[in-house]
């Protein structure tokens, strides 16, 4: 049986990125490592669709997360936090380690947070320094409005701080023209790479910020990155077999195209939604993203079971709910390396597995599903 | 040519760990991940020498220096710092930046801080929480007397906190055996992988500090770490593939026998002392460790066109001194997967370059040197 993967991070790592990883491991001070970092450094701005430097950081998302946070602001400032699942919470959890004062706009798990809701919150928060927020949540497949956002952020003192780790390169995401002010990824979800590596950008306001903020830690002080990276280096070691790695998938996303990488996976996940409501399942998300498609699990089907079975008789692992999520919803991701053909074969999986456990469903519903929506659309 | 990594990290990786990396990705909180960290995690304490968990954190050493600070001194609190090169003033950094209040102890480049000099310090500051050092200086080649200190530091309040990356695995280490309380490693150096890993460890005495601690960060917070490892898991998304591909060279060093290595690695470093002086160079430090020899460089040549010639004749790539040494000493590490042969060739490339350059010595004597101290050793 041939194991594929369709969580929502790590998502599948092209065969040539993998092959790097396999290299011997050269000297991170060297000439060629700068240039490397600098090779990699702007294709990040290309994927970030910004003209700030993008920083690498040895580290997962949530490491970029506490850069943003711990750079941005000070003991007690205010933040709005706009949280609409599990990765909102990963804010909540770093501003208050922080000792942020947080004003929490919030919404039940499968909806968004609305342009509206931020902005009565930044009416009655004038003095909020900075909004966090999340791009994909990836915890129930909502995506936010961050045009929206970012023009209501912009017209206030606040920075817009978003986590882009699971949406950034699946989705359209326009760091400069939307007034992104901080922006963090991963490696391992539409960037193609394994889990190490994180990514974060800031705007000319939000390193005002930051120059106007006490250093709070070490590692992840953001002035260190920018005073390196001015000469192509990092300020501690760096995963720089990760770095080199990370070259090689960018080479494929510059080739692709950023607007056609968006294209593609706004056309499979339209075509993977038309599939699930062809099997008579239902899309959990209110305002669903491109990243991945989460699907409520139906009435009389264990919905951990059946990714059990899924990933032991076809070898598509899917990934389950979070927490209290468990059982109850399905999360399938088409992020990053992965095509239409691969997510038709991950839904005639599905199908098979549903008509296993008796649910009723007419066999090739969701497959031909999914084939007209992707033939019909571009 | 060959090119040939002797930097004290990243160091060489085996081929059966490189391989790993090359393999497709998987989930990280599948059963299959968990049984992974449980094993890396068994034997990180057999490398430690501890029956405390060892705990694995996404990131470069710098990142696990943070840990222990961050973790273990709230504002405020006082901390002797000895330090003996870069690497000391590395732990003054991360100290400085969450405010602790340091007592320096600190000696010129090439020297040791000895245990008296901690001793005395320690009296003198009967309210210090905790004393920072270093078990192998890479910047110097220095190593600490940890046992020594251990039995300071152990009649007192105070925690003992080493930086244990570069020489971990690389030189005689016991981490309960000697009492200390805190240390971190990197997975770059004598664990013989890519940076990407960083690995700590605490005592009770230490744990019982941390928990009276008041949380200072998120990332790093080791609760977390502690609580998740319970179920074998990691609190954040950990660098997965890195740590499946510690988990082969773990084993080789499990095969090797830890006592072994370390028996490896002071046989090789008293090889390469004895070819040093035979060819008419010095030792930089006065107390030297195994993990790397530093060679102070001698008068009349440059020190890092003969590294740049080293390379670019011969494929052996050394390290130049860091900072204000830049051009004074040569470092060129045994540590790791490396083993005499291959130093023994180092040793015969320095010697070309150096009658190349003008230097005078007779071909083959720090060769000759070097194969007589190691055959006359074991």
Not at 118 to 127: G, I, Q, R, S, V
Not at 214 to 228: E, Q
Not at 233 to 260: C, H, M, V, W, Y
Not at 326 to 338: D, E, F, N, V
Request: charged residues 20%; aromatic residues 8%.
């Amino acid at each position: 049986m041939k194991p594929r993967l369709f969580t929502p991070g790590p998502t599948p790592v092209p065969e040539e990125t993998l092959l790097e990883l396999a290299k011997p491991v050269t000297y991170h001070r060297s000439a060629e490592a700068k240039a490397i970092l600098a090779e990699v450094s702007e294709d990040l701005k290309y994927v970030f669709q910004t003209s700030q430097p993008v920083y690498t950081l040895t580290c997962s998302g949530t490491g970029g997360m506490e850069a943003a946070v711990s750079n941005a602001l000070a003991v007690g400032e205010k933040a709005i936090l706009c949280t609409a699942g599990r990765w909102g919470e990963r804010w909540r959890g770093v501003l208050k380690a922080f000792s942020a004062d947080i004003v929490a706009v919030e919404v039940p798990y499968g909806k968004a947070v609305t342009p509206e809701m931020l902005e009565t919150a930044l009416k009655a928060n004038p003095d909020a320094k900075a909004v966090f927020t999340t791009l994909s949540e990836t915890s129930t497949g909502v995506g936010h409005d961050l045009e929206a956002f970012g023009k209501i952020v912009a017209g206030t003192d606040a920075l817009l701080a978003v986590d882009g780790i699971s949406g950034l390169g699946a989705m359209e995401c326009r760091t400069d023209a939307w007034n992104l002010d901080l922006v963090v990824t991963g490696s391992q979800k539409a960037l193609m790479m394994p889990p190490g590596l994180a990514f974060i950008c800031a705007s000319a306001k939000a390193w005002k910020k930051i120059d106007a903020t006490p250093v709070r830690n070490f590692y992840f002080d953001l002035r260190r990155y920018r005073k390196s990276l001015l000469e192509s280096d990092t300020p501690f070691t760096p995963g720089n077999t990760l770095i080199k790695a990370q070259r090689a998938s960018l080479k494929r996303i510059r080739a692709e195209g950023i607007e056609n990488l968006w294209a593609r996976h706004t056309r499979i996940a339209g075509a993977t939604r038309a599939a699930v409501e062809a099997m008579g399942l239902k899309v959990f998300a209110e305002r669903p993203n491109s990243a991945l498609t989460v699907i409520a699990v139906p009435a009389g089907i264990d919905g951990s079971s059946t990714l059990k079975a899924l990933e032991k008789k076809y070898g598509y692992k899917l990934a389950d709910g979070q927490d209290a999520m468990k059982g109850q919803i399905w999360r399938l991701s088409h992020m990053g390396y992965t095509d239409a053909f691969e997510v038709l074969g991950a839904v005639s999986a599905l199908e098979l597995v549903l008509i296993e456990s008796g649910f009723k469903l007419e066999p090739g519903a969701g497959v031909s599903a999914f084939q007209k929506a992707y033939a019909t659309s571009k």
